[in-house]
């Protein structure tokens, strides 16, 4: 069996370190040690976009992506919309953004070449407080869900007040999905007493219907 070779690391200003590994075509990236995500089996991310885009209401959507990864779920989206389409990419991380165009780009073909994409570091809960009514969608993969937060302030994304934000940055008619590794009893609680829409979509990564599962969370579209 191959063994695992570090490409790439860095080491934030809070000392977390950030690591982009290789085995074979096996990539990931890990968080102090945790998986933060791999190309494994993205069929979650690429389900969240789908899912999203098909609820678009317009031929030129605005869509702000939270979390690049390993650009899978940008891929869909950009496979789900049209020419007319601007999509606004947000990541922490500029180390990410620099293996996404380099070693990284051809895993999901290279999408932060396309016209239609801007990306922008930083924080995405920055994005969405100051860009009220900005956006036919927003997409989120910043973590690994509300209860396993990587970044400590992405806490207040899953809170009540956070879900008031990105319910106030979406245009009249526009949808958010977030995507989980895990079902969040919390997150649910506080979707439920915002009195918004929302539902959750099981995503299995084995034979349909069995266990794992990643969850698409979806707001402003009703259960059922």
Known sequence: MEIWTELDSVVTAQGDRIVLRRRGGLFDIRFNGW???SNHDPRSE??????VC???GTQAPRILIGGLGMGYTLRA???GVGPQAHILVCELLPEIVAWNRGVLAPLAGHPLADGRVTVRTGSVAEII???PAGFDAILLDTDNGP???VHEPNHALYSGEGIDRIARALAPGGVAGLWSATRSAPFEASLSAS?????CERISLG??????????????VPAG
């Open 129 to 131: 407080a100051a860009e």
């Open 207 to 220: 034979e349909p219907g069995q266990e794992p599962f990643h969850m698409v969370y979806l707001i402003g």
């Open 147 to 149: 209860d396993y937060v």
């Open 54 to 56: 098909r609820r678009l």
């Open 35 to 37: 998986e933060l995500m």
């Open 77 to 79: 989206t950009l496979d």
């Open 195 to 199: 009195g918004l829409p929302w539902r």
């Open 46 to 51: 690429i389900v969240l976009a789908e899912t």
